[in-house]
């Protein structure tokens, strides 16, 4: 039982990831989270607003079954499958948060300089989730996919586009990482 | 019933994703600072093992558990929407530290405040959806 408590190392976890891909394919659908979200805009009534949510949504239900199951299992997971262990990063990414203000680091999984309701509820930490979760939602369905849809699944079927749209969300992931977050945590 | 697999998939990779930690805000970062092999290995391995199931599925012809074929859908060639779509996700998945996936699973582990990223999320597609035929795809 001990391995199970324990962060499981990345040549588990990867495999396992592709056997989630593997059954989703074998059940006849697609991995792919990122089109749950349109299918929220289409459930809200999207479809007045623009053609892009006038589909057949309930044929994506499936969809949202998987979604209603991870969190499950992200609830599974923290309550009865960890250990609490702190997260073996490297000492260097430790210093370099520390840089940036950033105490406790590893401690949980979402940094509460980002993630507590003391740091959500000023204007800084609101528009921090806003304009993440703005970017994640709007990039994504314009590249046509995230990272399971394109990292995973297109990249698995040898998709150039995938490639593609992997490239791009490195670019906007170094941009942020290494010039915005400084910025923003800076000062 | 016939969800029951997709609700046991979905609690599986669930549970994946937290005990990998690629569900963490400090993998990501670490990630994109190039400082640990972990999510490279991550996605690395899955897609190693990933692309060697579905030639294993071309080749064999396997049906699906509906007794359907299996078709892979190929996407549409384009540059400019998923360079341009990419790093724009790209610029918030560094920000948020969650893509669409772990967004759930995290609000599952109890990081509530994680709600409005889902919410903003939802704007950010939707706002696609009202943009999309004046973009360059």
């Given at each position: 039982?001990?391995?199970?408590?324990?962060p499981?190392?990345?040549?588990?976890s990867?495999?396992?990831?592709?056997?989630?891909?593997?059954?989703?394919?074998?059940f006849g659908?697609t991995?792919?989270m990122?089109?749950?979200l349109?299918t929220?805009?289409?459930?809200?009534?999207?479809?007045?607003?623009?053609?892009?949510?006038?589909?057949?949504?309930?044929?994506q239900?499936?969809?949202?079954?998987?979604?209603?199951?991870?969190?499950?299992?992200?609830?599974?997971?923290?309550?009865?499958l960890?250990?609490?262990?702190?997260?073996?990063?490297?000492?260097?990414?430790v210093?370099?948060?520390?840089?940036?203000?950033?105490?406790?680091?590893?401690e949980?999984?979402?940094?509460?300089?980002?993630?507590?309701?003391?740091?959500v509820?000023?204007?800084?930490?609101?528009?921090i989730?806003?304009?993440?979760?703005?970017?994640v939602?709007?990039?994504?369905?314009?590249?046509?996919?995230?990272?399971?849809?394109?990292?995973?699944?297109?990249?698995?079927?040898?998709?150039?586009?995938?490639?593609?749209?992997v490239?791009?969300?490195?670019?906007?992931?170094?941009?942020?990482?290494?010039?915005?977050?400084?910025?923003?945590?800076?000062? | 019933?016939?969800?029951?697999?997709?609700?046991?998939?979905?609690?599986?990779?669930?549970i994946?994703?937290?005990?990998?930690?690629?569900?963490?805000?400090?993998?990501?970062?670490?990630?994109?600072?190039?400082?640990?092999?972990?999510?490279?290995?991550?996605i690395?391995?899955?897609v190693?093992?990933?692309?060697?199931?579905?030639?294993?599925?071309?080749k064999?012809?396997?049906?699906?558990?509906?007794?359907?074929e299996?078709?892979?859908?190929?996407?549409?060639?384009?540059?400019?929407?998923?360079?341009?779509?990419?790093?724009?996700?790209?610029?918030?998945?560094?920000?948020?530290?969650?893509?669409?996936?772990?967004?759930?699973?995290?609000?599952?582990t109890?990081?509530?405040s994680?709600?409005?990223?889902i919410?903003?999320?939802?704007?950010g597609?939707?706002?696609?959806?009202?943009?999309?035929?004046?973009?360059?795809?």
């Open positions: 039982m001990d391995f199970l408590l324990q499981w190392p990345w040549y588990v990867g495999p396992l990831i592709a056997a989630i891909m593997f059954l989703l394919i074998y659908k991995f792919g990122s089109s749950n349109r929220l805009c289409a459930i809200g009534g999207g479809a007045k607003y623009a053609d892009f949510f006038k589909f057949d949504w309930k044929a239900r499936w969809n949202l079954i998987v979604v209603l199951g991870a969190m499950i299992g992200g609830f599974i997971a923290v309550n009865f960890s250990n609490g262990a702190t997260i073996d990063l490297n000492p260097k990414t210093s370099d948060l520390g840089a940036l203000g950033f105490e406790h680091v590893g949980s999984l979402l940094p509460a300089e980002i993630y507590d309701w003391s740091a509820l000023s204007l800084k930490g609101l528009a989730l806003i304009v993440g979760g703005f970017l939602g709007f990039g994504t369905r314009y590249a046509g996919g995230c990272t399971s849809g394109h990292a995973i699944t297109g990249l698995s079927n040898l998709q150039l586009p995938s490639l593609i749209a490239i791009g969300f490195f670019i906007g992931g170094l941009f942020m990482t290494h010039v915005l977050l400084p910025l923003i945590f800076g000062i | 019933m016939k969800y029951l697999k997709f609700l046991l998939v979905g609690i599986f990779f669930g994946v994703l937290v005990k990998s930690e690629a569900v963490s805000w400090y993998r990501i970062y670490e990630m994109f600072k190039f400082q640990s092999f972990h999510m490279y290995g991550i690395g391995s899955a190693v093992l990933g692309a060697l199931s579905v030639w294993f599925l071309k064999s012809k396997i049906k699906s558990i509906e007794g359907k299996i078709h892979f859908t190929p996407k549409n060639m384009g540059i400019v929407r998923y360079l341009l779509g990419g790093t724009i996700f790209g610029l918030g998945w560094a920000l948020a530290g969650a893509c669409p996936g772990p967004m759930y699973i995290l609000l599952g109890g990081a509530l994680m709600a409005i990223v919410a903003a999320a939802v704007l597609t939707f706002a696609y959806g009202l943009l999309k035929d004046k973009l360059p795809h």
